[in-house]
């Protein structure tokens, strides 16, 4: 239990990625905060882990960040560990991306987490030992075809990670980022119809052609990057982008 006393607030933490990391960090002792869209995605998570606070909200609303940040803060206690998770991907040729679609990508990768280390900043540099954990991308490392959107907020949200852990350096608030490759989550399974859609490929062959993007040949598991996640709240590391693809 070595995150005893901690309060983590996860962002997007009613699914995949966000759910396996509220899991691991509840495991190690940490009181929790949900915060996402979908309320009953968030009391499925909750509902295995005693006295966490669910907090629908959407992340792209600076309103709504002040305010769910304000309660988990009442309930909870100051935040002493943030893990930005909250992210969404769509594909498309750049030819088509709309404005809409370059700004929708922005806001939910990019401009929430400006919303939300703003916003936990006073508790983070009041911690002993703060912690600001972002889940980017192996899109935040390199291009991908046909995600110009995603790719461009990604290298942005490794790029607001890096001044962050410049910026605070030797203050005790941590800020590192873990760039998951192709994951078993909602959102992969969601590539793979597309995917069967466009070549009329079964499921597995589809999997496949994800799988051999990422280094390990495989599609990662969530637990692995919820692993990477607790050991950068446990560490003093500060401005690392570790990559788990």
């Known amino acids: ?7 983590a607030l996860v962002t997007g933490g009613g699914t995949g990625i966000g759910a396996a990391i509220a899991r691991a960090l509840a495991a190690e002792g940490a009181k929790l905060t949900l915060v996402g869209r979908r309320r009953e995605k968030l009391e499925e998570v909750a509902a295995n882990i005693a006295g966490t606070l669910v907090a629908p909200a959407d992340v792209t609303a600076p309103d709504q960040v002040e305010r769910t940040f304000a309660l988990a803060r009442e309930a909870q206690g100051p935040i002493t560990i943030l893990v930005n998770n909250a992210g969404a991907a769509a594909s498309a040729p750049f030819r088509k991306v709309s404005a809409e679609d370059w700004r929708a990508a922005m806001a939910v990768n990019l401009d929430a987490l400006f919303h939300c280390c703003q916003v936990a900043l006073p508790d983070l540099t009041a911690a002993a030992a703060g912690r600001i954990v972002t889940i980017a ?23 607001l990670t890096r001044a962050l852990a410049a ?3 030797g203050s005790g608030l941590t800020a590192n980022a873990v760039c998951p490759g192709f994951t078993d989550t909602e959102l992969v399974a969601r590539a793979l119809a597309n995917i069967r859609a466009k070549t009329g490929r079964d499921e597995e062959a589809a999997r496949e052609e994800l799988a051999r993007m990422n280094p390990s040949g495989r599609l990662i598991a969530p637990a692995e990057i919820a692993d990477a996640v607790v050991a950068l709240c446990l560490s003093g590391r500060n401005g690392e982008i570790v990559e788990v693809a």
């Open 167 to 169: 910026e605070f350096e």
């Open 1 to 7: 239990m070595r995150l005893t006393g901690h309060h």
């Open 137 to 159: 991308s192996t899109a935040g490392l390199k291009g991908y075809a046909y995600a110009a959107p995603y790719v461009a907020a990604k290298h942005g949200a490794v790029g």
